[in-house]
């Protein structure tokens, strides 16, 4: 029988302000529910620590006195780093794709700068790309690690907007360490008092989404075991539904890891939007779950 901790419906009032628009498209940000996550958080905890960054909507809403933030994807790194250190060069990185891309045909720019990026992958043209690509579902193909998705139908917004976004995301993450590691040593990071949040990649379709990690969720709750014992508080984010559809994903949760589970309602899902072409998917809500060892 999986183990399951008391279940709330939608998180409490919100205390933290998300920024206004998201910096990176990334499939599974948490953008619409950065909010209501970080609402569940404790009043006080020391360092903030997201050992899955991703698109750091999270980390951008909390924009912690002290923060550690890790992922195993470089260039996904190389942009955080430049938003902390060099705001004005991450400006320049999408302006001047964005410039090209505008310059003869949309379709080829856009091919030739992927091709450019699959031999390099590289912050600079994955700015870009992540927001140019089909629905900002970045795919990567399973053989080889090749990002796979075709342009998308929208325009990519101009940069004096990128540019707002990026000083208003800047100012959020000037007192976070940004680290290209495996989430096991950036957990190992957190000492008593500090809070954990963790997104790791979902559970059914993180090959082809973020590469080709292997990831094992047993593993995660190894290292969140270690943590509560030390004292760090965890919270821990699970994809509510499985890919296939409505049915709620059921995990085999260690009994007393987790004092509560709070389930938080979202929109449209952006992967099946992406998979269905535009069609309208309102019946296919995702809801995401959220697990606090506190
Ligand atoms: C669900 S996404 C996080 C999304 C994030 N919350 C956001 O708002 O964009 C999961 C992330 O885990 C990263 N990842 C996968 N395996 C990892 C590992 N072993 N250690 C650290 N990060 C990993 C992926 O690159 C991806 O960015």
Same mark, same amino acid.
């Given at each position: 029988?999986?183990?399951?901790?008391?279940?709330?419906?939608?998180?409490?009032?919100?205390?933290?302000?998300?920024?206004?628009?998201?910096?990176?498209?990334?499939?599974?940000?948490?953008?619409?529910?950065?909010?209501?996550?970080?609402?569940?958080?404790?009043?006080?905890?020391?360092?903030?620590?997201?050992?899955?960054?991703?698109?750091?909507?999270?980390?951008?809403?909390?924009?912690? $006195? *002290?923060?550690? +933030? %890790? =992922?195993?994807?470089?260039?996904?790194?190389?942009?955080?780093?430049?938003? #902390?250190?060099?705001?004005?060069?991450?400006?320049?990185?999408?302006?001047?794709?964005?410039?090209?891309?505008?310059?003869?045909?949309?379709?080829?720019?856009?091919?030739?700068?992927?091709?450019?990026?699959?031999?390099?992958?590289?912050?600079?043209?994955?700015?870009?790309?992540?927001?140019?690509?089909?629905?900002?579902?970045?795919?990567?193909?399973?053989?080889?690690?090749?990002?796979?998705?075709?342009?998308?139908?929208?325009?990519?917004?101009?940069?004096?907007?990128?540019?707002?976004?990026?000083?208003?995301?800047?100012?959020?993450?000037?007192?976070?360490?940004?680290?290209?590691?495996?989430?096991?040593?950036?957990? $190992? *990071?957190?000492? +008593? %008092? =500090?809070?954990?949040?963790?997104?790791?990649?979902?559970?059914?379709?993180? #090959?082809?989404?973020?590469?080709?990690?292997?990831?094992?969720?047993?593993?995660?709750?190894?290292?969140?075991?270690?943590?509560?014992?030390?004292?760090?508080?965890?919270?821990?984010?699970?994809?509510?539904?499985?890919?296939?559809?409505?049915?709620?994903?059921?995990?085999?949760?260690?009994?007393?890891?987790?004092?509560?589970?709070?389930?938080?309602?979202?929109?449209?899902?952006?992967?099946?939007?992406?998979?269905?072409?535009?069609?309208?998917?309102?019946?296919?809500?995702?809801?995401?779950?959220?697990?606090?060892?506190?």
């Amino acid at each position: 029988m999986p183990h399951s901790p008391p279940l709330i419906l939608d998180a409490p009032i919100a205390l933290y302000e998300p920024p206004a628009n998201s910096l990176l498209k990334w499939i599974g940000n948490k953008q619409r529910f950065a909010a209501s996550i970080a609402a569940a958080f404790p009043r006080r905890f020391g360092t903030y620590i997201e050992p899955f960054i991703g698109s750091g909507a999270v980390l951008a809403t909390v924009a912690p $006195r *002290e923060g550690i +933030a %890790g =992922d195993t994807y470089a260039p996904l790194m190389e942009i955080w780093t430049a938003l #902390r250190e060099n705001p004005t060069m991450l400006k320049r990185w999408y302006a001047d794709r964005w410039q090209a891309y505008h310059t003869g045909d949309p379709r080829e720019r856009y091919e030739e700068l992927k091709s450019a990026f699959n031999a390099r992958p590289n912050g600079a043209d994955f700015v870009f790309l992540c927001r140019a690509c089909y629905g900002g579902v970045v795919r990567f193909r399973k053989a080889d690690g090749y990002m796979s998705t075709p342009r998308g139908p929208h325009k990519p917004i101009a940069p004096v907007r990128f540019n707002s976004r990026v000083e208003e995301w800047s100012s959020r993450v000037q007192t976070t360490t940004f680290l290209l590691q495996d989430y096991k040593r950036t957990l $190992r *990071e957190a000492c +008593a %008092g =500090d809070l954990a949040y963790c997104d790791p990649p979902y559970v059914y379709t993180q #090959r082809i989404l973020y590469g080709a990690q292997s990831f094992d969720f047993r593993e995660l709750l190894t290292e969140i075991a270690r943590c509560k014992r030390r004292g760090v508080f965890v919270a821990l984010s699970i994809d509510g539904q499985k890919r296939s559809g409505q049915e709620h994903l059921e995990l085999d949760l260690p009994a007393g890891l987790f004092e509560r589970e709070i389930l938080l309602a979202g929109g449209p899902s952006m992967l099946k939007r992406f998979q269905s072409r535009g069609a309208c998917l309102d019946h296919e809500r995702v809801s995401d779950r959220l697990l606090l060892t506190y």
